[in-house]
């Protein structure tokens, strides 16, 4: 468990739904499980509902990471 | 697509592996477990075990809701459908989850069942409220990731009055089931990954407890397949280490806190059960939710009144080793010859997560290039 | 270890009903085909197990009778003039009306490219309607009009039909069946058991248009995106790759199960394996989206407008070109090879790094959550 996309925001329809883009598809959803949604956040799909928003800055970190030559940590035992 | 295609990316991936690779000792072995069934799929779909040295062996854990859904509860569902004539909506991989008699929820919707495929539980209330005079049913499975959409609809029928709308509440938990894999340990673990998407919402905080009870390193780990590896990358290294941490990779979506706003509508919706049975593990003491008696009319066990009846798996099945990583698929007597993708005998061949169906799938070369 | 001999539950014939996955393209299709209709109705023609049939021991044009055979292959050895094939479709899609077409078209463009599949020219189509009643006249003329330009574009004449009219609730809206037939020129052999280790794996285009067109519309999955099914007559297509010389074994367009069904079809047909590249396979950012959204593989999504072709490899370049030269193949793609593979496995190379196979549809075509 579970299947759950990143999605941008494009419109916001009321406090508990929106309109998210994902590659050129639009969809409506619920986002009654999250607070302050703003157009252009992007936020994890499951099930039609919003569980969270995106973090760009941890994002971008994280692909950091991946690209680093060097392990993060002791060397191997 | 934003935030997915540069978690795909194969250069990285190629770096990762190199990284693993170097970073596994040669004379020792390294098994994780990936928990949550999302991620035996990614590892799956994209050959991930493949590229790993030989000594790192994933585990498939039982992180797959499907998978675990006892046959008993199945029967239930079927009960509403034949025997009381309800509209049952549910999502996809139910459908062709085998349960007594040889049948089905796809089977009863051959013999006149209405089933209803629902992609949300939103559609669910939709059907309600559009066909009053049906009684609408909502299978609800999943763990906590699936958990509050299912408390955000039932608040919503409770708001707006809806009489004919009622949930099936089998929603389980995370941590509970990987103490239960830790408790009995048959076959030895290094480590996890940690599932997405359930720490979105419950926070890393709340594997504090297992790390420190049973001393093996957590790592959470995003879904796309370079989060993957990262995380086992993270998990050799914290094995070679010696430590056994809670470490979060999931950063752009996972806080130590979780989705408070999601728990606290959960906690208002559901208590947890005393005991549930579970596939394969037998039954765990405060593993699942049933809905609070203030919201019973939305409880579809009391409003028709079911009782839930254990039902012991085929006598062949291995479904239950394999959930709890004591054997691989291939090792099950019927694997791909009694048991297929389209004859299962178990939940671990139905969903395209069960790591029986994983392996059919995708992962047969393996055993037969080895 | 090899895999296990493949053991294949029988259908039960006493108890069992149809269900959804028997009309899915998948394995559970092809073995309600195999253990029902081709046993009883089995003859030559139908044993021949492609798309459309090839009437051995009906020639046009020369006096000599083709040599009765029960070897296929043997018949089509013998040039003697063009052979009569015959193809049957029946469309059942809802909703009727779709982005990019509807039942109307893709009655007709499916019994042509059954033919055309053949490497036959389609000549004349028969139309069976089933209506139900109430069904409006607007819709059906609607229907009807689409069809003649569909026949007018793919070069066919519709010669003959029947109309019947069901009661309200008995069929869903309006079923089309369409029957084919073509002449195959001389020299022509194309066919599923075609394929040799060392062919080449052309795809004339992107793949999942159709089906997530199909699911755009639905109802019950509510979100607009600007997908258009791809629904178009291949004869055109297929008469340029032959009159570009190159040798062609396998013509075939992948409809329901999607490319993943129509590649194992062919490797179980032709005893061989597979081994494709992912990222030669193209598949439109939109489509790819929508699938990640509904948990869907584009590999298992439906195609109305695409074909398969499997060549001698020194020819590929020549077909790719030919392809390509073409309105409909202009994003045509050289996507993998024909191996040796006791195993008939189709394997892919993932964009990611790593190899695994590329199953049938186990059953419906059902969204994950998970």
């Given at each position: 468990m579970c299947l759950a996309v990143p999605v941008r925001v494009v419109e916001v329809l009321s406090s508990d739904t929106a309109i998210v883009d994902l590659g050129g598809v639009r969809k409506e959803i619920s986002t009654?499980?999250?607070?302050d949604v703003q157009v252009d956040d992007y936020v994890i799909l499951h099930v039609g509902f919003a569980l969270a928003k995106l973090d760009a800055e941890e994002a971008q970190k994280t692909l950091a990471l991946f690209a680093e030559l060097e392990a993060t940590h002791a060397e191997p035992a | 697509m934003k935030y997915i295609d540069e978690f795909r990316d194969g250069k990285l991936a190629r770096q990762l592996t190199a990284k693993i690779a170097a970073a596994t000792s040669p004379g020792r072995a390294y098994a994780f477990m990936e928990f949550c069934g999302g991620h035996t799929h990614a590892i799956a779909r994209y050959g991930l075990a493949s590229l790993l040295p030989a000594n790192l062996r994933l585990v498939h854990g039982p992180g797959c809701p499907v998978c675990v859904l006892p046959i008993g509860r199945v029967d239930m569902a079927i009960e509403l459908v034949l025997d009381r004539n309800v509209t049952l909506c549910t999502y996809g991989d139910t459908l062709r989850i085998p349960a007594s008699h040889g049948s089905s929820l796809l089977k009863a919707k051959a013999r006149g069942g209405d089933v209803r495929m629902v992609y949300a539980v939103s559609d669910a209330l939709a059907i309600a409220r559009a066909a009053p005079e049906r009684e609408v049913v909502f299978f609800a499975i999943g763990f906590e990731t699936t958990t509050p959409p299912t408390a955000v609809a039932i608040v919503q029928a409770a708001r707006e009055g809806l009489r004919n709308f009622s949930v099936l509440c089998c929603h389980v938990l995370t941590p509970p089931a990987i103490a239960a894999i830790l408790d009995a340990p048959a076959a030895p673990l290094d480590g996890f990954i940690g599932p997405a998407h359930v720490s979105t919402v419950i926070g890393s905080a709340a594997y504090d407890l297992y790390a420190a009870r049973y001393r093996k390193p957590v790592v959470i780990a995003g879904f796309e397949p370079l989060d993957i590896l990262q995380a086992i990358l993270m998990l050799v290294e914290q094995v070679n280490d010696g430590r056994a941490e809670i470490e979060n990779e999931y950063t752009r979506a996972v806080t130590p806190g979780g989705n408070r706003k999601a728990q606290a509508l959960v906690a208002e919706v559901f208590e947890l059960r005393e005991r549930f049975e579970w596939r394969g593990l037998g039954s765990i003491p405060a593993s699942a939710v049933q809905i609070r008696a203030e919201y019973a009319a939305f409880d579809a066990e009391r409003r028709f009144d079911l009782a839930y009846q254990a039902v012991a798996d085929h006598k062949a099945c291995e479904c239950g080793d394999i959930l709890r990583g004591v054997k691989r698929p291939q090792d099950c007597r019927i694997f791909a010859t009694v048991c297929t993708p389209e004859h299962p005998i178990g939940a671990c061949m139905v969903s395209a997560e069960g790591a029986c169906a994983a392996h059919y799938a995708y992962g047969r070369i393996l055993e037969n290039t080895q | 270890m090899t895999a296990k001999a493949h053991y294949v539950r029988p259908l039960d014939l006493k108890q069992g009903r149809v269900d959804m996955s028997h009309g899915a393209g998948g394995r559970a299709m092809q073995q309600l085909i195999g253990e029902l209709f081709v046993r009883h109705l089995g003859n030559e023609a139908l044993a021949q197990g492609n798309d459309g049939a090839v009437l051995t021991g009906l020639t046009i044009g020369r006096d000599e009778v083709a040599v009765p055979s029960a070897a296929r292959d043997a018949a089509q050895r013998h040039p003697f003039g063009e052979r009569l094939v015959m193809a049957t479709d029946s469309h059942v899609v809802?909703?009727?009306?779709f982005p990019g077409g509807d039942i109307g078209a893709l009655a007709v463009h499916g019994t042509v490219n059954d033919v055309a599949m053949m490497g036959a020219r389609p000549l004349s189509l028969s139309a069976a309607f089933i209506i139900e009643e109430g069904f409006p006249l607007a819709d059906l003329e609607r229907i009807v009009l689409s069809m003649a330009r569909a026949a007018q574009e793919a070069g066919v004449a519709i010669v003959t039909g029947d109309t019947k009219v069901v009661e309200r609730g008995k069929g869903d809206g309006v079923f089309i069946t369409t029957t084919g037939i073509g002449l195959l020129p001389v020299g022509r052999d194309v066919g599923g058991a075609r394929a040799r280790p060392g062919d080449v794996i052309l795809l004339s285009g992107s793949i999942g248009d159709h089906g997530m067109a199909i699911m755009s519309a639905r109802a019950h999955l509510a979100f607009d995106a600007p997908i258009v099914s791809d629904t178009a007559p291949l004869s055109g297509l297929t008469e340029a790759l032959f009159a570009s010389g190159g040798e062609i074994h396998v013509l075939r367009d992948p409809t329901r199960g999607g490319l993943a069904a129509t590649l194992n079809e062919i490797a179980a047909q032709s005893g061989v394996g597979l081994l494709l590249d992912e990222q030669a396979i193209p598949v439109k950012p939109e489509v790819a989206a929508a699938c990640e959204l509904l948990g869907l593989e584009p590999l298992h999504v439906a195609n109305e407008g695409k074909l398969v072709c499997i060549c001698a490899a020194p020819d590929a370049n020549r077909l790719l070109a030919a392809m390509q030269a073409h309105p409909l193949g202009r994003e045509a793609a050289r996507i993998g090879e024909v191996i040796a593979d006791e195993h008939r496995f189709v394997q892919m190379q993932t964009a990611f790094g790593g190899r695994r196979i590329v199953d049938?549809?186990?059953?419906?075509q059902l969204p994950r959550i998970c």
């Open positions: 009654a499980l999250i607070d | - | 809802s909703p009727l009306f049938w549809l186990a059953g419906d």
